[in-house]
C-alpha cells in the first residue's frame, strides 16, 4: 500500500452518505477518486437513510468497487428499521470493516470506532439518576464509551483513529442550535479518547450544520466529517488526512 512520502497513512473520511433504495451507484465515481487520493476510506455512520437492507445493498456495490481497505461505523440512521444487524453483515460480505467491539491496524496506524450516542456535555450532561428510562438511557451512552475505550486498549499502534458517528466534543456542532447539543453527542466519547497517548485523531458525522474541527479537553485533534459540513469547506465530500 502506498503512503506519503513522509510514511504516513492518507486516511480518507466522509460521514452521512444516507443512500436511498432509488439511488443507483451513489458513491462508485467518489470512491473511485477516493482510492486515487488516499489509502484508507472511513465512512462516519449514517451510511443509509432509514437502515433499510435495501439500501445497505446499494452501498455495498459501491463498497465492492473500492480498490483500498474500506472501515467505518453506523450511525442512528442505520438504525431505524431495527435490521442494523442486518445492515452490518451486508456491509462486512462486501469487504467493509464495521468497527464497533474490535479494532483493526492498517499499515502501522489503528482504527477504533463506535457509533457513539447521545447524553451531552460539561454541566449538561444526563446523569443516571431518577427513573429507570433516564437511567437506562444513561447506561447506552456509557456502553458506548466502554467498548471505544476498550477497542483503543486493545491496539499496540503508535499512532491511531477514532471513528465515530456521534460527537465527542461541543467545538464540532457550533453551527447546530445549542438546544440540540445534547442530542448530538456525550463527553463520554472523549473522556474515553483522552486515556490514551496513541489517538492522533478523531473524525465523526451527525452533526450536519456543525463546523468541521474541534479538539477534546485533552487537545487531540477532533474532524466533523458529515459531507454536508465538508462540501462548503472543501468542495469536495470527504477530507483526506494525514496519520
Known amino acids: 500500500m502506498a503512503t ?6 492518507r486516511v480518507a473520511a466522509i460521514g452521512d452518505l444516507h443512500v436511498m433504495e432509488d439511488d443507483v451507484a451513489p458513491y462508485r465515481e467518489l470512491f473511485g477518486e477516493i482510492a486515487n487520493n488516499a489509502d484508507v476510506l472511513v465512512l462516519c455512520g449514517d451510511l443509509t437513510n432509514f437502515g433499510k437492507t435495501t439500501e445497505a445493498e446499494i452501498l455495498a456495490e459501491d463498497i465492492r468497487s473500492c480498490p483500498i481497505p474500506v472501515l467505518g461505523v453506523l450511525g442512528n ?5 431495527g435490521a442494523h444487524d442486518q445492515v452490518c453483515a451486508i456491509l462486512h460480505e462486501a469487504g467493509m470493516k464495521v468497527l464497533d467491539e474490535q479494532a483493526v491496524e492498517i499499515d502501522g496506524v489503528g482504527f ?3 457509533k457513539g450516542f447521545m447524553g451531552g456535555f460539561g454541566r449538561g450532561e444526563l446523569a443516571p439518576f ?4 433516564a437511567k437506562a438511557f444513561v447506561d447506552e451512552a456509557l456502553n458506548e464509551a466502554r467498548k471505544l475505550e476498550n ?17 465527542p466534543t461541543v467545538e464540532t456542532l457550533d453551527g447546530e442550535p445549542s438546544e440540540i447539543f445534547q442530542y448530538l453527542g ?15 485523531a478523531v473524525v465523526h458525522g451527525h452533526a450536519h450544520h456543525g463546523k468541521y474541527e474541534g479538539a477534546t479537553p485533552r487537545g487531540v485533534p ?3 466529517v458529515a459531507q454536508f459540513v465538508l ?5 469536495k465530500p470527504y477530507v483526506v488526512l494525514e496519520i
Open 130 to 133: 431518577g427513573e429507570p428510562i
Open 222 to 224: 477532533v474532524y466533523n
Open 151 to 167: 477497542a483503543l486498549r486493545s491496539l499496540r499502534t503508535e499512532r491511531s483513529v477514532a471513528v465515530l458517528h456521534y460527537s
Open 112 to 114: 477504533a470506532g463506535v
Open 77 to 81: 440512521h442505520d438504525y431505524e428499521c
Open 231 to 235: 462540501k462548503p469547506k472543501f468542495g
Open 186 to 200: 456525550s463527553q463520554r466519547l472523549a473522556d474515553a479518547i483522552d486515556r490514551f497517548d496513541h489517538v492522533k
Open 4 to 9: 506519503s512520502a513522509d510514511g504516513k497513512l
